[in-house]
């Protein structure tokens, strides 16, 4: 039996305010900067934190594109496997055999509960992505103990429900 969880598609894409945000402010300052300071002091910085913005901003603008306009923008537990196609950091297939364990985390900075599904062979999975979604996926493993995270925030499925199903496959409890 298949089950199929949708992607909370009214979710309000914090990541890309901060991401506009944070291009604003530097902006700002590089525009209305008094040359008051030498350039070599404070430009770089502005320089450096304005393209972090802009990679902050592109980053989540697309993934938020993608949750609003792919049809197929959801988790199938099936039979075989788990199919994550949830956002741009999403792995894809995944058999069950390659599931090594499953956790639930609260993050109290963002006040939310994670799924984090660990994987016998994570480089598997990251030698199909590009060079910069690889690298956040290595920084989830790092952070996490996963690569694929689920977060209930985008979902529309109860998390401990999710937890529950998954488990009831063989998955073991981490």
């Not at 690298?135 to 995270?149: D, E, P, R, T």
Request: glycine share 6%.
């Amino acid at each position: 039996m298949n089950i199929e969880i949708l992607v909370k598609r009214s979710r309000i894409p914090i990541v890309l305010f901060a991401g506009i945000l944070i291009m604003a402010v530097f902006l700002f300052l590089i525009i209305h900067d008094d040359g008051a300071m030498p350039f070599f002091y404070y430009m770089p910085l502005y320089i450096v934190l304005l393209g972090y913005g802009v990679l902050l901003t592109v980053f989540s603008f697309l993934d938020y594109m993608k949750t609003l306009f792919d049809k197929n923008a959801k988790l199938i537990l099936s039979e075989t496997g788990l199919d994550d196609n949830l956002s741009i950091l999403s792995c894809g297939p995944i058999p069950w055999s390659g599931i090594s364990g499953i956790s639930l985390l609260k993050i109290k900075r963002f006040n939310s509960y994670y799924i984090v599904v660990k994987l016998f062979e994570n480089n598997k999975y990251l030698k199909k992505k590009n060079f910069l979604i690889r690298y956040i996926l290595k920084k989830y493993i790092k952070i996490y103990g996963g690569m694929v995270v689920i977060s209930e925030k985008r979902i529309a499925y109860n998390i401990q429900k999710l937890k529950q199903e998954i488990m009831e496959r063989g998955i073991p409890n981490v």
